[in-house]
């Protein structure tokens, strides 16, 4: 019994010893940066929609349409990887609901998108006219873009590591301790919604006015930093 509790004794003692240590004091700080540039691409979603007596007339008539809006696009400078059909689409014309008679097809309609991708902007304002011009009934909106984002996207970056140092050495300052090295990153980026500017119209009054503005590029990185006492 006297070796047992003597054991048990030194077990106690040991035990404290081989205790893990505190974790180190850190400080986590989220950082964001933005830089604005000038987009250098455009992709438009454009495409026609007719209508038939039969389903075989409104898709006819749609080919045929949409054939030649292609033709003035291919004139108008744009390649054929620059076209892509994103949308097709054939449905029956329902009537007869407001009336409360029992609904019919009164004809078809045909639909056919395409994604257009502009790479000389200065020539957008044309394409969009050119396309309308041969017969593009709907247009469902531009997006503005970069053919190489790789440079903006590491400047927003670099922002970004910047604007989490500065907070984390406000807020360390303010405490009364100091910032040791930096323990974790991590980091994620994305584009910013368009900012409008001005265009001058009159350079392109055959066409339709479009304005490109600016793409911001956002970085945001969380930094874990050690505290230093």
């Known amino acids: 019994m006297r070796v047992l509790n003597a054991l048990l004794l030194s077990a106690a003692f040991v035990l404290p010893i081989a205790a893990p240590a505190l974790a180190e004091n850190v400080i986590t700080v989220t950082g964001e940066g933005t830089v604005q540039v000038t987009p250098d691409m455009a992709t438009i979603s454009l495409g026609v929609t007719t209508d038939g007596s039969s389903a075989a007339e409104a898709m006819a008539a749609n080919s045929k349409a949409l054939q030649a809006v292609i033709d003035r696009l291919k004139s108008a400078g744009i390649e054929d990887r620059d076209l892509q059909t994103s949308n097709l689409s054939l449905n029956p014309n329902w009537v007869g609901y407001d009336a409360g008679q029992t609904p019919k097809i009164a004809g078809y309609v045909a639909s056919n998108m395409l994604s257009v991708r502009v790479r000389a902007l200065d020539t957008l304002?044309?394409?969009?006219?050119?396309?309308?011009?041969?017969g593009a009934n709907t247009l469902n909106g531009i997006t503005f873009d970069l053919a190489a984002p790789r440079p903006a996207q590491d400047e927003a970056r670099k922002a970004a590591v910047a604007d989490a140092k500065a907070r984390a050495e406000l807020l360390t300052t303010a405490a009364g301790v100091k910032l040791g090295k930096i323990e974790t990153i991590a980091e994620s980026a994305g584009y910013g919604a368009p900012m409008p500017m001005f265009r001058d119209?009159?350079?392109?009054?055959?066409?339709?006015p479009v304005a490109s503005g600016q793409i911001g590029m956002t970085a945001s990185v969380t930094i874990t930093y050690a505290i230093v006492e």
């Open 125 to 134: 304002g044309t394409v969009l006219d050119a396309s309308i011009t041969d």
């Open 201 to 208: 119209e009159s350079k392109a009054a055959s066409a339709v």
